[in-house]
């Protein structure tokens, strides 16, 4: 069992903490424990009550109707909600319960039920992309230890494995390889990236994590090997970025480089062999062969 502060909950919830308060004493929603400072403290059943909560609240209900309603009648409404294109939030919901309690029968059960629902893609880019930044949130309040983002990405990074396999490159010759920097150990959306590739008919070399730039070398020399691919979110080696890219691009001036990610976004300089993908909007395109 954990706990949570306030701000940890209205960080997950999107509720804010003045008003999670207002709604304890006016309509006795919930009973959070306290400290010896008297600050509030919520356990794994309070985040799940509120989240259930929360979603009732973000699809129009009034908080003085779910004030009246039993927690499990609560918990029936929300896993009664019809899923749409407005309200992807009950799965998010769901994944973070699943999370919490390091439950993986529940977080795989919702993740098929995503998936048959409203079809893979959109399972990654509307699902699990917003789980994963709502989570975070925890992970910097060190509030969900590390093996929680292990236990989530896992299983996520698995299925886009198994989904990219059955992708066809039809033997063709690899024309683009994928890696993400030395130090950069946060590979879930090159996976996916690499997906989107492959199912738009390129070939590719997926190299992961945490790669060593040497480590290319013997690569790029194949045939046909004309585009490198790089994702970098976080800091990863203490270099600033633009000192990253432009080894990267010194090093195999005859390769097309692209770069995505948060980290890029930090750029500042242009090489001629660089095409920089700062929205997902460039990586769609990219990968359409519409850009660059």
Not at 101 to 112: C, N, S
Not at 251 to 261: C, N
Request: hydrophobic fraction near 40%.
């Amino acid at each position: 069992m954990q706990n949570f502060t306030i701000r940890d909950i209205e960080n997950l919830t999107g509720i804010k903490a003045h008003t999670l308060r207002i709604w304890e004493q006016r309509y006795n929603l919930f009973t959070p424990k306290r400290k010896e400072s008297l600050h509030r403290i919520y356990d794994n059943e309070d985040l799940k009550q509120l989240l259930h909560i929360s979603f009732l609240y973000n699809s129009g209900w009034k908080v003085s109707r779910i004030a009246t309603l039993t927690q499990p009648e609560i918990t029936d409404l929300v896993r009664q909600a019809s899923v749409g294109n407005d309200n992807y939030k009950v799965f998010i919901t769901q994944l973070i319960e699943a999370a919490i309690d390091f439950d993986e029968y529940a977080f795989v059960k919702v993740f098929d039920e995503i998936i048959a629902r409203t079809g893979f893609e959109t399972c990654i880019v509307e699902v699990c992309y917003p789980f994963l930044i709502k989570v975070g949130h925890l992970w910097s309040t060190n509030n969900v230890i590390p093996a929680q983002e292990h236990f989530s990405s896992y299983i996520i990074q698995n299925r886009i494995i198994l989904e990219t396999d059955k992708v066809s490159t039809q033997n063709k010759k690899p024309e683009i390889v994928l890696f993400c920097p030395q130090g950069e150990f946060h590979e879930l959306p090159l996976l996916f990236i690499n997906y989107l590739l492959r199912k738009n008919n390129w070939s590719t070399i997926y190299l992961g994590k945490n790669v060593k730039l040497d480590e290319l070398d013997p690569i790029i020399q194949l045939p046909g090997i004309n585009n490198i691919y790089l994702h970098v979110l976080t800091n990863f080696t203490g270099f600033e970025i633009d000192d990253y890219l432009e080894t990267v691009c010194r090093k195999y001036p005859d390769k097309r480089i692209i770069a995505s990610g948060e980290s890029v976004q930090k750029s500042q300089r242009s090489f001629t062999n660089l095409s920089l993908l700062n929205t997902d909007r460039q990586i769609y395109d990219f990968i359409n062969r519409k850009a660059i």
